[in-house]
């Protein structure tokens, strides 16, 4: 069982950039799979990106594609998300999720087993 959280949230104009972390104290974070979603008011949860517990298999949401990159450094017990040339309808609580299965890395936001609390992102126009 893990714990993530996550930072880097805030305020950042169109065309910015922000880097987003999820992190975990447990160990075993490392081990999983992770994945970020992200909700808007009024909207449905909306997957954002993935990564494999290896770094090795990555997957994007159609609409953050060319934009936003994952990683992680394991070293570190940390998965990042760069976010670039940010537009309004960005704007959502961005939240992050653990998957223990070694197969991991899914789009489907009920495979997560483990749940931030979120981070706010605002884009202001």
């Known amino acids: 069982q893990v714990q993530p959280v996550e930072s880097g949230g805030g305020l950042v104009q169109v065309g910015g950039s922000l880097r987003l972390s999820c992190t975990a104290s447990e160990r075993t974070f490392s081990t999983y799979a992770v994945g970020w979603f992200r909700q808007a008011p009024g909207k449905e949860r909306e997957f954002v990106a993935a990564i494999s517990w290896n770094g090795r298999r990555t997957y994007y949401g159609d609409s953050v594609k060319g934009r936003f990159t994952i990683s992680r450094d394991n070293g570190r017990n940390t998965v990042y998300l760069q976010i670039d040339s940010l537009k309004p309808e960005d704007t959502a609580v961005y939240s992050c999720?653990?998957?223990?299965?070694?197969?991991?890395?899914?789009?489907?936001?009920?495979?997560?087993?483990?749940w931030g609390q979120g981070t706010q992102v605002t884009v202001s126009s």
């Open positions: 999720a653990a998957d223990p299965r070694p197969i991991g890395a899914s789009t489907v936001d009920e495979e997560y087993d483990y």
